[in-house]
């Protein structure tokens, strides 16, 4: 920040100037050391109110002209003001021998009227008019300062009458140089102004390719800030008038001023960026957006409006808005706490552009002295606010990087986690499926087997069927037969329809929830009566069923129908696979918490291989009925699945030895109970 020579401007309290005077002006000697003479104190200086005064009329009216004295040892200065202002001095040559290239420069380029009158002892005086509304090419020596040749021939004293009128700062450095010394002295100065103006150009075309390459408004508004400063710097050292507006004229004029404006724009809008105002605080925000909407009007109302009023306005303001702005930037830093590296440098920024424009303040009101640091305070203030800018600009896309590297690391992470999660997730769906598939398979297969009993063992009895029926509609045949044929007709659709009636039963328990009704049962009363209506099947293979119980009050937990269909179908295959004149024996054991109840026949056993497939669907093993009689292998699997619905276990204990039939022995085991009546889905 700091750009700012127009502080220096503020006007200067008139009492630092000196006292009227009424003898002749000081004498300033050039001897044969001096390369160099600083002409401030001593300098003789009226105010010219009307601004009509001419030479002639200073000359005529000389004797009665209230002329101050300049009392300070820096640079003339009478900040922003009107008037015109009148300076004389005198000059003496008393080189040896007599040196006669004496340059007089006044090395403040904003100066609208400069006109230096030399008086020689005899004759006219001699005028240089010069200033930056007159075009370049008409000074006398065609340099960025104004640069006057003076005619010293002798050692006679010449009196130097200066005629100063500016819209801008009227601050007036006169030094004298020898030729050789003002060569030497521009070369420096040009150096550093070229440095200086080089410094500020790089900084701003460096940020021109990240601005290209991201199109972020901050590089933007950095570029704005920039392009003012060179213009500014350019104007305020007389590069533009020298190079680029010869013409001169108001528009150069107007350069400084437009340089100033944009500068203080672009870096209010670049802070606003950097700091993220307008989410941090809108309403501070939107105070810096109403600044920069005020300096935009003041610049613009320079081109129509009085350009003294509006340069002094712009300028005089300068000092509150730099502190605000200051203020606002410490204050959002504080408030949100950003621990950001890069806000290191906008501090830096931020001071040492209060100190450059506190500077410029203070050598204004003669606090410190006016010298070339303190003229120059505002580019040096410039061209270190810009370095900074530049370095927090640099310092932010290094951490943005490394942010954005994080997060790409971040996001590369949480893919690879979300890839491993999906992968599990189909890995673990995949499995299911294929466990589906497998069970798919199985339910497949055994659809096939359903279908292939169902055709094997209801074409047999279908054909009798028929053959019966055949023989029933014969004629001549006796009562007897016909009822004959009628029994045995009916005793084969009872055989089908227990087959379909397992089957339909074995798919009802797999694909529909029944409900079991758990209550206490009599387990001895219930298996003696399934025990009676099997007598008369286990009679006609000479079979023997005896009932063992230890006692008569066994009471298990379970479902009256599903207990019976177990039942059933344990005493059924034991008599179903015993031998001719064998026994089956249905014991009923009790202890504190079970009740378990045995169902041994004395058939040909089972062997160890097909125990373990005696419990499945469609199970074939190698033993099989004794009488002929039919076996689906679905009873196994329907009591397995019942019995642990109620809660219970079932399982079969057989041996084979010396091939010598062993019989098998199944037994179930059921939770006690006295009483208790639930429900429970199967």
């Known amino acids: ?64 002209i209230p002329w101050k004295t300049f009392a300070q040892p820096q640079a003339i200065s009478f900040g922003f003001n009107r008037s015109a202002y009148w300076l004389r001095f005198t000059l003496r040559n008393i080189t040896v021998p007599t040196y006669n290239n004496w340059l007089f420069e006044t090395a403040f380029p904003p100066l609208d009227s400069l006109d230096v009158y030399i008086l020689p002892p005899n004759g006219q005086p001699l005028c240089f008019p010069t200033g930056d509304h007159r075009p370049f090419w008409t000074r006398e020596i065609q340099f960025r300062t104004f640069v006057i040749p003076l005619q010293l021939p002798d050692s006679l004293p010449r009196i130097i009458y200066v005629r100063v009128r500016t819209t801008s700062s009227m601050t007036l450095p006169f030094t004298i140089y020898t030729r050789e010394a003002l060569i030497e002295t521009g070369f420096t100065s040009l150096l550093l102004f070229g440095f200086v103006l080089g410094v500020v150009f790089v900084l701003g075309a460096y940020n021109v390719v990240p601005y290209l390459v991201t199109r972020e408004k901050i590089y933007l508004w950095y570029l704005v800030y920039m392009s003012g400063a060179i213009l500014f710097i350019g104007t305020f050292n007389g590069f533009v008038a020298q190079y680029i507006l010869p013409q001169s004229g108001f528009f150069l004029q107007y350069c400084t001023l437009f340089g100033v404006g944009l ?75 950003y621990e950001y590296q890069y806000f290191f440098f906008i501090n830096l920024a931020v001071i040492s552009g209060f100190i450059g424009g506190l500077v410029i303040v203070m050598t204004n009101l003669g606090l410190f002295p006016n010298t070339a640091l303190t003229r120059n305070s505002s580019q040096i203030s410039i061209v270190t606010d810009a370095l900074l800018f530049s370095l927090a600009l640099l310092q932010r896309y290094k951490t943005l990087h490394e942010e954005t590297l994080q997060a790409q690391e971040d996001n590369l992470r949480l893919q690879r986690d979300q890839n491993i999660k999906l992968q599990r997730a189909v890995e673990e769906r995949t499995t299911t499926l294929q466990q589906r598939n497998d069970e798919l398979a199985i339910l497949d297969d055994e659809k096939n087997e359903l279908m292939s009993i169902v055709a094997h063992d209801l074409k047999n009895p279908i054909s009798v069927i028929m053959g019966y029926t055949a023989l029933l509609e014969e004629s001549g045949l006796s009562n007897d037969d016909r009822s004959l044929f009628l029994q045995k007709i009916h005793s084969t659709s009872d055989r089908m329809l227990q087959l379909v009636k397992n089957i339909l039963d074995a798919n009802r328990r797999e694909s529909v929830a029944i409900e079991l009704q758990l209550v206490s049962i009599p387990v001895s009363y219930l298996t003696v009566a399934i025990i009676e209506s099997y007598e008369s099947i286990a009679l006609k293979k000479n079979i023997t069923i005896h009932f063992q119980a230890e006692s008569e009050e066994f009471y298990v937990l379970a479902d009256e129908q599903a207990l019976q269909q177990v039942l059933d179908n344990l005493i059924s295959n034991a008599i179903k696979y015993s031998p001719f ?8 054991k009790s202890s504190v918490e079970t009740v378990r109840m045995e169902v041994v026949d004395e058939g040909p056993g089972i062997s160890q291989e097909d125990q373990k497939k005696l419990f499945g669907k469609f199970a074939r093993l190698s033993a099989q009925p004794t009488g002929g009689e039919h076996s689906t292998g679905l009873g196994l699997s329907i009591v397995k699945k019942l019995v642990e619905a109620m809660n219970g276990r079932v399982w079969c204990e057989s041996e084979l030895g010396d091939g010598l039939p062993s019989g098998a022995t199944f037994i179930v085991e059921l939770p006690a109970a006295v009483g208790a009546e639930i429900a429970l889905p199967l």
């Open 263 to 337: 500068s203080e724009v672009g870096m209010i809008l670049f802070v606003q960026e950097f700091l993220h105002t307008k989410e941090a605080s809108p309403r501070l925000n939107m105070f810096l957006s109403i600044i920069a909407v005020y300096i935009s009007l003041m610049t613009l109302a320079g081109l129509v409006v009085d350009y003294f009023t509006v340069n002094f306005i712009l300028v005089s303001s300068f000092l509150p808005l730099i502190i605000l702005v200051s203020s606002i930037i410490i204050y959002i830093q504080l408030v949100h706490k």
């Open 581 to 588: 004149g064998k026994n089956v024996f249905v014991r009923i």
């Open 1 to 64: 920040m700091g750009l700012y020579v127009w502080v220096v401007l503020l006007t200067v309290p008139r009492h630092c100037f000196g006292q009227q005077q009424q003898h002749s002006p000081n004498v300033f000697n050039l001897t044969s050391n001096t390369t160099h003479l600083e002409v401030n104190r001593g300098v003789e200086y009226y105010e010219d109110t009307s601004t009509n005064l001419t030479v002639g009329d200073v000359l005529l009216s000389e004797a009665t």
